[in-house]
């Protein structure tokens, strides 16, 4: 694998089930990031972890959870999402500290929530 | 306030033309970073190009060109011999600062749809 992955890549979950996001990256960077992408709105920056621990939270809802036990790894735990939750969410790794720091993204989870 | 504009919703170019993608930014930091990705229908965000703050000359990279006017605060992307698969959503984004051991939160732009047609 190469690159940053990021499963599963479609989800369809109802209002009350508690599903997980995984993404994980190959890139030896040392901060990742989990982004929201709803239609016609610009992304919209979740959280964001450096050398594993979580430095920004954007004032996300409570039912969002991230965690992230290593560097390569990131998840986000759902747990009772609303419908408005749906969305493309993207994750994104990065080396801090770089010359540049470029952020790196997966391919993304297409979250349907009904 | 915005910090990232794109006012061209949707774009159109004919196979093997040269496209502008507009982007102007605003920030009051004197270092910081500009990025453009390009967003295939498939989901994904690929990385095209990037500008330092205090790179003096354009960001090349293939095909893609950084147009920086600092003092207009525009960082447009120049795509030369336009090709079918550079049909996608083109974002701009910028990273303000540069901090110490904090991750950099990207700001993006709405984005501009290309599609580019034979």
């Known amino acids: 694998e190469t690159g940053v992955t990021q499963t599963p890549r479609h989800l369809v979950m109802g209002m009350t089930n508690k599903k997980s996001l995984k993404c994980e990256q190959h890139l030896g960077h040392n901060a990742m990031y989990w982004y929201k992408q709803s239609a016609k709105k610009p992304l919209e920056l979740m959280f964001v972890?450096?050398?594993?621990?979580?430095?920004e939270n954007n004032s996300v809802p409570s039912r969002f959870s991230p965690e992230c036990p290593n560097s390569s790894h990131l998840f986000l735990h759902l747990h009772t999402l609303q419908p408005e939750d749906s969305a493309l969410y993207l994750c994104a790794s990065s080396q801090v500290w770089g010359q540049v720091d470029t952020q790196y993204f997966g391919p993304g989870t297409r979250l349907t929530v009904l | 306030a915005q910090k990232i504009t794109q006012t061209q919703p949707g774009m159109f170019v004919q196979e093997k033309e040269a496209v502008t993608l507009d982007c102007t930014y605003d920030?009051?930091?004197?270092?910081?970073?500009l990025f453009w990705y390009k967003q295939p229908s498939s989901g994904e965000m690929i990385f095209l190009i990037y500008?330092?703050?205090?790179?003096?000359q354009n960001a090349t990279e293939g095909r893609y060109s950084l147009n920086f006017q600092k003092a207009r605060k525009s960082a447009n992307l120049v795509i030369s011999a336009s090709q079918l698969g550079d049909s996608a959503m083109y974002f701009c984004a910028m990273r303000e600062g540069r901090g110490s051991n904090s991750g950099y939160a990207l700001n993006f732009g709405k984005g501009t749809s290309l599609l580019v047609t034979p």
């Open positions: 972890y450096s050398l594993e621990e979580r430095v």
């Open positions: 500008q330092g703050s205090y790179d003096e």
């Open positions: 920030t009051s930091d004197q270092s910081y970073g």
